[in-house]
């Protein structure tokens, strides 16, 4: 680790205990993170908006990778460990044999992603499968041939 600067008090510690004279404060050293954007010409500002057949044909023609995605990186380190919990209800009391079934879904800022989960409640009579769906991304687009009923 490198000390860059310290309080007064820190400083009369170090010299009284420790018998060690503190330098003058020092500025910080490089992020690697900045300098890998700067060496790649990476950016915050937004980008274009991916194809993904271009991006197919680009990847297949040797592009790099970490050129196709955009920024990602910056986004995973400023949002990592953050998670947006919301708490729904699935009504389906109009159907037949329908009820209300509550759920916790869960938002990963740090990917974009989705999980969710079925709240287990004690003496319902469904056996406790907790993963309604699994950690991903959600389809931008719903799949051909659904509703938005689920029916």
């Known amino acids: 680790y490198i000390l ?4 007064a008090f820190t400083r009369n510690w170090y010299q009284e205990k420790m018998n060690i ?13 900045d300098e890998y954007r700067e060496h790649f010409g990476l950016s915050g500002r937004p980008g274009k908006k991916s194809n993904d057949l271009a991006t197919f044909v680009e990847a297949r023609l040797g592009k ?3 050129l196709l995605e955009g920024d990602r990186l910056k986004q995973f ?9 919301f708490y729904a209800v699935w ?7 329908g009820d209300r079934r509550p759920y916790v879904v869960h938002y990963y800022l740090e990917g974009d992603t989705v999980e969710i989960n079925e709240v287990h409640e004690r003496n319902s009579g469904r ?9 991903g991304p959600l389809p ?12």
């Open 4 to 7: 860059i600067n310290a309080d």
């Open 21 to 33: 004279d503190m330098p003058p404060a020092g500025g910080y050293p490089n992020d690697p993170v």
């Open 64 to 66: 790099p990778s970490h």
């Open 77 to 85: 380190l400023k949002q990592s460990g953050k998670v947006l919990r």
């Open 91 to 97: 009504d389906d009391r109009g159907g037949l044999y």
């Open 127 to 135: 056996d406790p499968f907790p993963v309604f769906l699994k950690r």
């Open 140 to 151: 931008r687009e719903k799949p051909r041939g659904t509703t938005m009923t689920g029916r």
